[in-house]
C-alpha cells in the first residue's frame, strides 16, 4: 500500500513470487469511469473508491492466498478491506515526495498522472499500531523491501 510512484507493483509483484503467491494488480480493479477521472488529473472521491474497495476486498476475500497493490490510503479503507479478509497484512511502502515525483515523471503508460500526487498524500493515514501493517521507505533496494516484507509476513502470519 501507499500512494503513487511507491513502487506498490514492483516489490508486490516479487513479493508474490518469493512467497508462491498470486499477485493481482489493484489498479486493473478501477472501473474504467476511475481510470478516466485520474487520467483527466481528477482525484478521486471516497465514492468513486467504492466500487473499486469492494473489488479489491472481493480478491482478497477469495480465499486463497494473494498479493494485491492497492493504495489503501485510508484507515477506513483498510478497515474494508479487512472485513473481507480478517488477516490480512499491510506493507506501506513509503518515500520522500521528491522521488517519488521522480520516479512518477519516468513512469511511461500509466493513467495516473504525477499532479494527483499530492492529493494522494493528503488523503493518506499510515497505518497505526493498531494495523498489521510494516512501513517500508522506497529509498532502499527493491530487494531489501521485498526480504523485508516477506520476512513480515512470515512472522504474522
Known sequence: MGVSGCGKSSVGERLASALELRFVEGDS???????????Q???????DRA??????????????????????LKHRYRDRLRIA???LRFVHLHGPRALLEQRLGARSGHYMPASLLQSQFDALEPPGPDEAAIALDVAQAIETLVAKACDFVRRTG
Request: a negative charge; glycine letters at 14%.
Open 29 to 39: 480493479l478501477h472501473p474504467p469511469a476511475n481510470v478516466e477521472r485520474m487520467a
Open 41 to 47: 488529473g481528477i482525484a478521486l472521491t471516497d465514492a
Open 51 to 72: 466500487g473499486w474497495l469492494d473489488a479489491v476486498a472481493g480478491v482478497l476475500g477469495a480465499g486463497d492466498g494473494v498479493v494485491v497493490s492497492c493504495s489503501a
Open 85 to 87: 479478509a480478517p488477516a
